[in-house]
């Protein structure tokens, strides 16, 4: 995803609406995030369903790393022997 471009990404709702096409397509080519406004003020972001995908892949990521962190810093660990063996006895008891 590309940074917004203040002069080109900025839109009014009531334009918005307007020309929907129109910044649909922009929105394909340029795959620069759409801000909406409404009274002047941000009331929306349009996103590419590519552009969503990546965030909401990197959010997952970052949580996973950061309960990872959280993890290690709590001392919820194991070594890679530990690991083994409850492996083994999970599948012994069909659970994998």
């Known amino acids: 995803m590309r940074t ?15 020309n929907i ?3 649909f397509k922009t929105l394909q080519t340029s795959r620069h995030p759409l801000i909406i406004t409404q ?6 972001v349009l996103l590419s369903p590519s ?11 970052l ?3 950061e309960k ?4 290690v810093e709590g001392g919820r660990t194991q070594t890679t022997d530990e ?9 012994s008891a069909g659970n994998l």
């Open 4 to 18: 917004i471009s203040i002069s080109n990404d900025i839109v009014p709702i009531a334009e918005f609406k307007t």
């Open 21 to 23: 096409s129109k910044w």
């Open 39 to 44: 009274n002047s003020k941000p009331a929306g």
């Open 51 to 61: 552009d969503y995908d990546e965030l909401v892949y990197r959010k997952s990521f």
């Open 63 to 65: 949580d996973s790393v």
């Open 68 to 71: 990872g962190i959280a993890d």
């Open 83 to 91: 690991l083994r063996k409850a492996l083994r006895a999970r599948r």
